[in-house]
Nanobody, 122 residues
């Protein structure tokens, strides 16, 4: 079955960086959109970024452009989220997602990972 396994979360000071990884398995993802979402305590889950597996075309949440970068490594079937200049408000559980449709505009996710905690201290 399809599995999305996130890793790379942790505790970091404000201004620091983290790189999250999402290892995808269980099917071919060449026609898929891969994305990152996040959910902060007491808030709804929100879109962070997406990448088309086949073309590497990307879309970002406007508020995160310039600080976060999504990428993928075909050979490793892995999607990354590089997060720089982290702020305390970036604290959240970060989820990897996959779908056969765009996710930046509210599309339905087909598969979710279990999430990885990112905590940014001030």
């Amino acid at each position: 079955q399809v599995q999305l396994v996130e890793s790379g979360g942790g505790l970091v000071q404000a201004g620091g960086s983290l790189r999250l990884s999402c290892a995808a398995s269980g099917r071919t993802f060449s026609g898929y959109v891969m994305a990152w979402f996040r959910q902060a305590p007491g808030k709804e889950r929100e879109f962070v970024a997406q990448i088309l597996w086949s073309t590497s075309s990307t879309i970002y949440a406007d508020s995160l452009k310039g600080r976060f970068t999504i990428s993928r490594a075909n050979a490793k079937n892995t999607v990354y989220l590089q997060m720089n200049s982290l702020k305390p408000e970036d604290t959240a559980v970060y989820y990897c997602a996959a779908a056969q449709r765009h996710l930046a505009f509210g599309g339905r996710v087909d598969y979710w990972g279990q999430g990885t905690q990112v905590t940014v201290s001030s």
